[in-house]
């Protein structure tokens, strides 16, 4: 046990600004007041050139901003309005503090110990076997892959299966010893084309390990759950299972999955399941699954999951802005929360393709469309040829009209009712036919039943009824044909001018062909080319005509000026007679219907089997269109028709970015773009001051996003500006990064979610409490329900635990407030229901503390690496007349601790604290601040030690 030694004082004489802490950096206020142009210097008026004058005569600590005056009296605004009308806008550039993009996940450079992976092999979790029932090799994810496309296309295992298997999550040495570890948690990420994963909850189970408390031993492994909310001990981790077989993809995209593999991130969420709260991103790299001609392979990855806290927007930047790339935002804390043990595995199948699958997608068209192609649908001639065998695939039988046409047996039927008035509504048009054959059918056996019995005044009644019916039945079909002959006929010649296209198109990613119009007349026409969709469009730029026939390899004549834009913008071709000429087009979306709210919950899944929505070719979110392309002559007859079938697939998210955000507002933030020769698709090489213009759009058209081109070896900022929703809605919408003018093919596609919350702002001093209230509007349930804080050492509640919200009632919950550091900071506060797991309420709480006047200082040295404490004592003395309580409260309640954490104290009276230094494997220097509070959590002194580890 270490002596107690007395701890004191530096020196009577230390001023203040000697006692407060050093800054991690310094800050500089950087303001440049820009020269006024010539023009409007000589326009300024005298009291405005008095102002300037004076402000010359400042003192550099004084503000530098430039205040402009001018004399607005009725003569001046005359001299001004005749020289000047339009005011000039002075040269300006807003410091954001950007998000730097790849910052929010990284790699973990530490390894577990080996008898932490001999612990995590017996644990029981599901050995990877390949189609031969053998154990997949195990591959080093420090050694370089060596990836060859070929190997993997002459591959006979064209099938692949990846498993993901989630085994441990571990805490890191970085994350503080007192913050609350969470119980349970779950995952969400998305994997190449497949819709996004929401993983059940899975149990954190804490492993006795004695002797191991090292950063590379396991502390809890994964433990999926039963319904009741207990664990399930004989199945620990969790494995998904993709089956990326070639039927199940459009032909030729094989090869784009494999390079998916090569040069992809995966980013993991990891939530807690009990507050969901993000607890912070993984990223793993997955060319290590690539299988190179082996039968399955293997590799297990310790990735460092870590959180981003972003203070509130200060438009302050540190380092020197005259040189170029030194410049790093000040407010973004990263934070290696803890580490994820996972292990990914791709086993080799043989394709299991089959001609007659109807989940294969038909096969690929040329991008050069004829209309003469077979694809036209009406083959025209006889169905059945003088042979005896049939000519065409499609045979007809004849029918009655009122069988196959649903509108014409309505109209039947609601004929034959007696006394009817009101025609029956088309709802039950498909009983129509069926309730008419049935009373036909009851007339006839009528009719063969009197018959048998003679011919009297009613069967003769009867039959001349049925008669009359017959005849106004006929009557009925003769007019109704006659009204839709033309409709008919015109529907049916169509189809000989009309040619079908299919296109697989992906969010961002634009769909080039080529259709080739030919004139069938003899006379030359001026064909105008209607469309009913605007993502279907004509290219008229010849530039863009011929960067899409590079990048297609199509060669086709490419022409000049081809076009004409008529007056409501609807192009027009000039075609010679028996003229064929090839007409260009793109298709190309960027809108995603984003208008279903989204819950943050976790989702029960499948893990065994992946169910059929799950499949990459299946797209729930956008549905198949089909759009017509019209070519019509000048007097309006069409003398060809396109109709393009447009099929979508789920794109790759290559990174996802979180924000928390107050309801009802704007956000605006500015994301650091990657340097431009480093993303996927740049050319290599490159000139120095040539960097190409990178371009954003966004899927949400109610999104602002824009990049401006810096200066020569810049970055390049994309400036998002977004309003947010009701709390607790979630945003989520896409943003694709071009590099071409053309905005072919997105280099990157980035999932954002923007998360709205309700505003508390709270204004406080740091180590003091501060309390407020909260208002809990009940929902039309009675719920179970509890409040979580993403800071639970800084943010107390009352109530505590689990309470009733009653319905549509109103509660109250208590928040007290303490910050341990000063600064703006964002505290995250949701109120969850247990039983369902779902999120009742959300709240952002704006934390803007400042630190209380250090009294005392002290300096104390302590050896590092030893694991070895010390103890320490300090004394207080009670300034007033009367007896008084105190109690004591630390920023670092992780390397210091107090003896007692109350006492009282006489009038005039001394005391001494007992302090606790607790050890540190770290050098370098700490300083600790101690709160002295009285007995309403007031702050009345506040002490400062420095602890030097050495």
């Known amino acids: 046990m270490l002596s107690s030694a007395q701890l004191s004082p530096m020196g009577p004489g230390l001023s203040l600004s000697q006692l407060s802490a050093s ?144 085994h441990a999550f571990s805490r890191a040495s970085e994350d503080p010893r007192g913050t609350p570890w969470p119980k349970t948690v779950y995952f969400t990420f998305q994997f190449y084309r497949f819709p996004p994963v929401t993983t059940p909850r899975l149990q954190l189970v804490k492993l006795d390990q004695p002797g191991m408390t090292n950063s590379s031993s396991l502390s809890h492994i994964l433990v999926s759950m039963n319904k009741d909310g207990s664990f399930n001990k004989d199945s620990p981790g969790l494995q998904l299972q993709y089956l990326v077989d070639p039927a199940f993809l459009k032909p030729g995209e094989q090869r784009w999955f494999i390079h998916y593999l090569a040069v992809q991130t995966l980013q993991i969420d ?17 060319e290590h699954i690539l299988r190179q001609g082996q039968a399955a392979v293997q590799v297990s ?11 509130q927007d200060t438009m302050v930047v540190s380092g020197d802005i005259t040189r170029p790339g030194t410049v790093k935002p000040i407010g973004v804390h990263t934070l290696v929360r803890g580490r994820l043990h996972l292990t990914l595995a791709n086993v080799g199948h043989v394709s299991e393709q089959k001609s007659n699958d109807s989940n294969s997608l038909p096969p690929s068209r040329s991008r050069i469309i004829s209309s003469n192609d077979g694809t036209s649908g009406f083959h025209g001639g006889s169905l059945l040829s003088h042979g005896g065998h049939r000519a065409f695939k499609n045979v007809a039988q004849a029918r009655k009209l009122a069988d196959v046409d649903s509108e014409l047996a309505a109209m039947l039927f609601t004929n034959k009712q007696e006394g009817s008035k009101v025609h029956q509504v088309t709802n039950q048009e498909v009983d129509a036919t069926r309730k008419r054959k049935l009373e036909r059918m009851a007339a006839v056996r009528q009719l063969e039943s009197e018959s048998n019995s003679g011919i009297g005044k009613k069967n003769l009644l009867t039959q001349h009824n049925v008669q009359t019916q017959h005849s106004r039945d006929l009557q009925i079909i003769n007019a109704y044909r006659e009204r839709t002959k033309v409709e008919s006929i015109t529907n049916m010649l169509s189809l000989v001018i009309t040619t079908h296209h299919t296109i697989y198109a992906t969010l961002g990613t634009a769909e080039f062909f080529e259709f080739a119009l030919k004139n069938p007349h003899s006379l030359q026409h001026t064909v105008s080319i209607e469309i009913d969709n605007p993502e279907l469009s004509v290219i008229l730029d010849s530039r863009e005509w011929r960067h899409f026939k590079d990048a297609t390899k199509v060669h086709t004549p490419l022409e000049e000026d081809m076009f004409h834009l008529h007056e409501n913008h609807i192009p027009q071709l000039y075609l010679r007679p028996k003229e064929t000429v090839h007409v260009p087009f793109k298709y190309q979306t960027f809108f995603i219907d984003h208008t279903v709210m989204m819950q943050q919950c976790p989702a029960e899944c499948r893990p065994d089997k992946v169910p059929e929505a799950s499949l990459p070719w299946k797209s729930s979110e956008i549905p198949t269109k089909s759009i017509k392309v019209s070519f019509s002559s000048s007097s309006g007859k069409p003398i060809a028709i396109l109709c393009v079938n447009v099929e979508y697939q789920p794109h790759v998210v290559d990174q996802t970015f979180r924000f928390y955000h107050p309801e009802l507002s704007f956000l605006k933030k500015s994301i650091r773009l990657p340097l431009w020769h480093t993303l996927p698709g740049a050319p290599v090489g490159g000139t120095p001051g040539k960097e190409p213009q990178i371009h954003v759009r966004c899927s949400d058209p109610n999104v602002i996003c824009e990049t401006k081109k810096m200066g020569p070896g810049e970055p390049q900022d994309m400036f998002l500006k977004v309003a947010g929703g009701p709390s607790p809605q979630i945003k989520k919408f896409f943003v694709a990064l071009y590099m071409d003018y053309w905005l072919a093919t997105p280099i990157q596609i980035w999932q954002i979610y923007l998360h709205s919350l309700q505003r508390v702002d709270v204004s406080c001093v740091t180590g003091q409490l501060t309390r407020l209230s909260l208002v809990l509007r009940g929902t039309q349930t009675v719920r179970k329900v509890k409040a979580f804080t993403s800071h639970p050492y800084e943010l107390k509640l009352d109530p505590e635990g689990v309470f009733m919200l009653s319905r549509n009632g109103i509660h109250d919950l208590h928040v007290g407030v303490r910050p341990q550091r000063s600064g703006n900071r964002f505290l995250y506060l949701n109120l969850v229901d247990v039983d369902y797991h779902q999120l009742v309420a959300s709240w952002l709480v704006c934390l803007s503390s400042r630190q209380p006047v250090i009294s005392k200082a002290f300096e104390i040295t302590l050896p590092s690496g030893c694991g070895k404490g010390a103890n320490k004592r300090i004394t207080y003395t009670n300034p007033y007349p009367s007896k008084r309580a105190y109690r004591l409260h630390t920023n670092h309640p992780d390397l210091l601790q107090f003896k007692e954490d109350s006492f009282e104290v006489d009038a005039g009276e001394t005391y001494t604290i007992g302090l606790r230094f607790a050890p540190s494997n770290n050098t370098g220097m700490e300083e600790i601040l101690i709160y002295i509070n009285d007995h309403e959590d007031k702050n009345e002194e506040t002490f400062c030690v420095k602890v030097i580890y050495q």
Do not use: C
């Not at 154990?135 to 692949?160: G, H, I, R, W, Y």
């Not at 990891?270 to 997955?286: C, E, F, N, P, R």
């Open 23 to 166: 800054p991690p950096s310094t800050i500089r206020s950087l303001s440049a007041r820009p020269r006024l142009p010539t023009q409007l210097s000589s326009q300024l008026s005298p009291s405005l050139k008095t102002s300037q004058g004076a402000q010359e005569e400042l003192s550099p600590s004084s503000s530098r901003i430039a205040h402009l005056e001018a004399d607005l009296s009725q003569r001046s605004l005359i001299t001004e309005s005749l020289s000047a009308e339009q005011l000039q806008e002075l040269p300006f550039t807003p410091l954001h503090a950007p998000i730097i993009m790849g910052t929010e996940t990284r790699s973990s450079g530490s390894k577990l110990s080996r008898a932490s992976l001999a612990r995590l092999r017996t644990l029981g979790f599901p050995e990877i076997l390949d189609h031969s029932k053998q154990p997949a090799e195990m591959v080093d994810p420090a050694t370089p892959v060596n990836f060859n496309p070929q190997k993997e296309e002459a591959d006979v295992l064209q099938s692949n299966e990846i498993i993901l298997q989630f």
């Open 270 to 286: 990891v939530w807690d399941g009990d507050s969901l709260l993000l607890i912070g991103s993984a990223a793993v790299q997955m």
């Open 301 to 311: 990855h310790e990735l460092d999951v870590v959180t981003t806290e972003y203070e």
